[in-house]
T-cell receptor
Framework: GENVEQHPSTLSVQEGDSAVIKCTYS??????FPWYKQELGKGPQLIID?????GEKKDQRIAVTLNKTAKHFSLHITETQPEDSAVYFC????????????FGAGTQVVVTP | ETGVTQSPTHLIKTRGQQVTLRCSSQ?????VSWYQQALGQGPQFIFQYYREEENGRGNFPPRFSGLQFPNYSSELNVNALELDDSALYLCASSRTELLSYGYTFGSGTRLTVV
């Protein structure tokens, strides 16, 4: 089955700097890659996603890149703010069958003022 | 438009007992999935329900079972609770024909087994 690895497990950045989180997946059939932000006491919230027919997607300060050949995708957060502090999860899914999300282990991001 | 709501928010049970967790889907969503999130880990897929039937299951034993009702709400039942069942249980809903648009997650039920 699909296996998603996520690095780093923790990331500390100064406010205003950029943060990058990287994930790799094992199943070449995966074609949908969402990123979730989870704050303490809350469920995961979708922040951005990318499909396998797209190499890059950007939404304001957040961008995601996908390299299908290498089977890895990355989340980039620019101009980080204290409210970006949270746990971020990458996930992979095959959308032409029932939709099981395979999550990475998560990255704890801490943005210090 | 209401989001995904789960109840209760917290629950403490004794090993060997049974528990039922509840989930109301987001308006317009007809598919419900359940995930288990152990402390410090990513969510793990338990199963998915569509049209009141289970149509996908992860690596969880049969003592984990579920139901989906005609209004698309859902229940997760766990029998013979074990200490390792302590976790945050997340419900997520989606529109089946738009799976690639992703899920909406609830805030979860924190289950503690003692």
């Amino acid at each position: 089955g699909e296996n998603v690895e996520q690095h780093p497990s923790t990331l500390s950045v100064q406010e205003g700097d950029s943060a990058v989180i990287k994930c790799t997946y094992s199943d070449s059939a995966s074609n949908y890659f969402p990123w979730y932000k989870q704050e303490l006491g809350k469920g995961p919230q979708l922040i951005i996603d990318i499909r396998s027919n797209v190499g890059e997607k950007k939404d304001q300060r957040i961008a995601v890149t996908l390299n299908k050949t290498a089977k890895h995708f990355s989340l980039h957060i620019t101009e980080t703010q204290p409210e970006d502090s949270a746990v971020y999860f990458c996930a992979a899914m095959i959308t032409d069958s029932w939709g099981k999300l395979q999550f990475g282990a998560g990255t704890q991001v801490v943005v210090t003022p | 438009e209401t989001g995904v709501t789960q109840s209760p928010t917290h629950l403490i049970k004794t090993r060997g007992q049974q528990v039922t967790l509840r989930c109301s889907s987001q308006s317009g969503h007809n598919t419900v999935s359940w995930y288990q999130q152990a402390l410090g880990q990513g969510p793990q897929f338990i199963f998915q329900y569509y049209r009141e039937e289970e149509n996908g299951r992860g690596n969880f034993p049969p003592r984990f079972s579920g139901l989906q009702f005609p209004n698309y709400s859902s229940e997760l039942n766990v029998n013979a609770l074990e200490l390792d069942d302590s976790a945050l249980y997340l419900c997520a809903s989606s529109r089946t024909e738009l799976l690639s648009y992703g899920y909406t997650f609830g805030s979860g039920t924190r289950l503690t087994v003692v």
